[in-house]
């Protein structure tokens, strides 16, 4: 069933879990991360970054929302990373959720833009997620982000929140997007967390955690992050398995290319959902709550 994010996350929020919000991009990943969710029972976010849905066009929009209708789990389509234009296009054409980033704005003009969003957004019933701070970036990284992370103050993400009525808010605590270099020891502020979370009524997001370790992740969950999102783990398992199978040059269908890289992703799909402690959590959402 197609939710939009305040309806999805408000049970994680009351029952302390991550919801994932995997990047999907193509058809094989969507139908993979759905069949893996159905089967583990777990809430998912569909996310779709402007520059996928500019490659795949509108009419993958409309697969996934066939794919998340048709589903007994509470799936959320969501606008990643994205501006005024897209966010307008977005909304016309059926998401549920979407993304202003304008946080390489000054502050002022952040909360101008997404109090904006949110009042072209919420008649409709569609949720929006902000930004403040910056999360950071990597070699290759597609998503945007800077070379220097800027941490998320308590009092501003409260500010913020207020002034802006967004539904959820992405914070920067010292992740960045992509994955990271050898070397690059990405350590999260756990304690900045928990006085975000303390101070602020929405639920809280977390992007670029590919690289973090585990254990930093349970931990974010367990101190009150909602949200995670995860793109280049899925992908990096997806197209790797495709590049041994594409040495075998004889091969040229798609039922035979696909299958063993949809495998190896399942198997990153299953560990984040176990690590996001959101599997088993279809149990949450009662029918009437979702209409
Ligand atoms: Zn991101």
Redesign the pocket.
Known sequence: MLVNMKTLLKAASEHNFAVPAFNIGTGQILNGVMDKCEELKAPVILAIHPLELEFQGDSFLKMCIDRASGSYLPVCIHL??SEWEPIVRAIRTGFTSVMIDASSLPFEENIAITRKVCELAHPLGVSVEGELGT?GTTEGDT?GGTDDIIYTKPEDAVRFVNETGCDTLAIAIGTA?GIYPAGMKPELKQNLLSEIKEKVSVPLVL??GSGNKDSEIAEAVKRGINKI?ISSDIKQAFYQELRKTLEDEKIREPFELYPSSVKAMEAVIEHKVKLFNDDDKVKYYSLSELQ
């Open positions: 990643d990373h999360i998503e997007h992007h670029g999102n």
